[in-house]
Nanobody, 127 residues
Framework: QVHLVESGGGLVPAGGSLRLSCVVS????????LGWFRQAPGKEREFVGM???????????RYTDSVKGRFTISRDNAKSTVDLEMNKLLPADTGVYYC?????????????????WGHGTQVTVSS
């Protein structure tokens, strides 16, 4: 059975930084596409970014437009972790952040592409 556990959330002032981490246990971590999603209060969960598994051309990442240049996703196959480095945080970045793993990711944007989910970690950015 595959389990995902996020950590690193908290309260940070606007302009600050946070680094979220997600540990994945079970399954074959190196083969998973990994994504980060978030859900703001009163809103639907939305795609933040994703990172592919290692392929013949290496790995690639994709981000939603609102976080490009501010957020960076990385993975460590030896530790079975995927991190989300968040800089220049805005109040609009507030929400519960979830990591997810996919055994057959396509573009990684839609939730339906992911097989396993964590329970989330709260990020609050104060203005």
């Amino acid at each position: 059975q595959v389990h995902l556990v996020e950590s690193g959330g908290g309260l940070v002032p606007a302009g600050g930084s946070l680094r979220l981490s997600c540990v994945v246990s079970g399954g074959t971590f190196s083969s998973y596409g990994l994504g980060w999603f978030r859900q703001a209060p009163g809103k639907e969960r939305e795609f933040v970014g994703m990172i592919t598994s290692w392929g013949w051309s290496g790995i690639s990442t994709r981000y939603t437009d609102s976080v490009k240049g501010r957020f960076t996703i990385s993975r460590d196959n030896a530790k079975s972790t995927v991190d989300l480095e968040m800089n220049k945080l805005l109040p609009a970045d507030t929400g519960v952040y979830y990591c997810a793993a996919s055994t057959n990711v396509q573009d990684g944007v839609s939730e339906s592409q992911y097989d396993y989910w964590g329970h989330g970690t709260q990020v609050t950015v104060s203005s």
